[in-house]
C-alpha cells in the first residue's frame, strides 16, 4: 500500500488532522516512521484535490469548496447600517486628525452645537440648524475660514482635566 492511500486511510477515520497528527497516527497504524516533509509533498500535491487545508492547518477529505466561507458577510442596506457606519467614519478621521474640544467652556458656549436631528434624518422643512450653539458655532466657521472647519462628529471620550496647583515650598 502506497503513502498516499494511507494518508487518506487516517482521513477517513480521523479527520481534521495537521501533517504532525498524520505522522503519528500511520505510525502507529501501519508501524511506520515517516518524516513530515514526506507527508506535506503528499499532501500538497499528490492528494491535490482530494483533501483540503483548512484555515487551523488541519487536513480533511474533500476539495473545500462547500466550506465556510472566511469572508465577512455583507451588512443589509438599512437607516441603522448607514448611520453606523457614518459614525465609524466619523471616529477613524477623528482618530486619526486628533480632534477635540472641550465640553464646557468658561467664556461662555462651547465650541461645538448639538443637532437635534441628523441632516439624512431631516424633512425639508426642518432646519438642522434651530439651535443656538449650532448657529453660533457655524457662524464662528464663517469669520474664520482660513483656519476653521466644520465637522460633524459624536463624543467618543470624556476627560476630566484638573487645574495644575501650584505648591507652596
Given amino acids: 500500500m502506497e503513502l498516499d492511500e494511507k494518508i487518506l486511510i ?5 479527520g481534521g488532522l495537521k501533517a504532525t497528527d498524520i505522522v503519528l497516527k500511520i505510525s ?13 509533498k503528499i499532501l500538497y500535491y499528490k492528494l491535490k484535490g482530494k483533501v483540503y487545508q483548512d484555515s487551523n492547518y488541519r487536513w480533511t477529505i474533500g476539495n473545500g469548496i462547500n466550506r465556510k466561507n ?21 471616529l477613524s478621521k477623528d482618530m486619526e486628525a ?5 465640553a464646557s467652556s468658561k467664556y461662555g458656549s462651547p465650541d461645538y452645537g448639538q443637532l437635534n436631528i441628523l441632516p439624512q434624518f431631516a ?8 439651535s443656538d450653539d449650532v448657529k453660533k458655532a457655524v457662524n464662528k466657521v464663517r469669520q474664520d475660514k482660513n483656519r476653521l472647519v466644520l465637522q460633524l462628529g459624536y463624543p467618543i471620550h470624556l476627560r476630566k482635566v484638573l487645574p495644575v496647583l501650584s505648591f507652596m515650598l
Fill in 10 to 14: 487516517v482521513l477517513k477515520e480521523n
Fill in 28 to 40: 502507529q497504524k501501519f508501524n511506520e516512521t515517516i518524516d513530515k516533509k514526506e507527508i506535506n
Fill in 70 to 90: 472566511d469572508k465577512p458577510k455583507k451588512y443589509t442596506d438599512t437607516p441603522l447600517s448607514k448611520l453606523s457606519s457614518y459614525y465609524l467614519e466619523c
Fill in 98 to 102: 486628533g480632534l477635540w474640544c472641550y
Fill in 123 to 130: 424633512d425639508q422643512a426642518v432646519s438642522i440648524f434651530n
